[in-house]
């Protein structure tokens, strides 16, 4: 019998994680939701361009007039606004996979209850369900050109654009700066 709630309560894990519609970027590209306002970093911009059709991705260190300027394995990259077709930035990292673990401890630990985890489990798992759900399918990106150039460069390392005179050969990417 308990054999069988371990192997329900992996099933309901694994289904747990795997419900996130969240946009993702990679590991520590982007910060969490509560950490976004004392971030200094730029969000994660996913870039597709008209001509090529190449795409690139990386760190959003600025938008100026008439270019875009994004940070890829520490080298910026340089292009012009005109020639994009379509962008998505990354704001933040939602926190579902940390809800869904919580979840399934909470479902697990429902087992100390005795013969009130009749009661316990369902609320637990319906409870956790539904704030896994919730924070998965939270919008944590914007795209262009559905949202304007001027919605997208508030999340730039720089909003109001590169400064003059820096040499964008100096910054130094997220991650070197977090291994510190």
């Given at each position: 019998m308990l054999k069988n709630r371990f192997i329900i309560l992996g099933f309901v894990f694994i289904l747990l994680n795997g419900c996130?519609?969240?946009i993702t970027a990679p590991h520590d590209a982007v910060p969490k939701r509560k950490s976004l306002p004392t971030d200094a970093f730029g969000g994660w911009i996913s870039v597709t361009m008209k001509s090529s059709q190449k795409s690139f991705q990386g760190e959003l260190i600025a938008i100026n007039a008439d270019s875009i300027y994004v940070m890829n394995n520490g080298k910026v990259q340089l292009e012009q606004i005109s020639d994009v077709n379509s962008a998505r930035i990354v704001l933040f990292k939602t926190s579902s996979e940390e809800y869904a673990l919580w979840t399934f401890l909470g479902s697990l630990g429902t087992i100390s209850n005795?013969?009130?985890l009749v009661f316990t489990f369902p609320l637990t798992l319906i409870t956790g369900i539904a704030t896994t759900s919730s924070e998965s399918n939270r919008?944590?990106?914007?795209?262009?050109?559905?949202?304007n150039w001027e919605e997208l460069m508030k999340?730039?390392?720089?909003?109001?654009g590169l400064?003059?005179?820096l040499n964008v050969g100096d910054l130094k990417p997220r991650s070197i700066i977090k291994q510190k």
């Open positions: 996130g519609k969240s005795g013969a009130f919008i944590n990106y914007l795209d262009y050109p559905q949202n999340y730039a390392r720089f909003p109001q400064p003059q005179g």
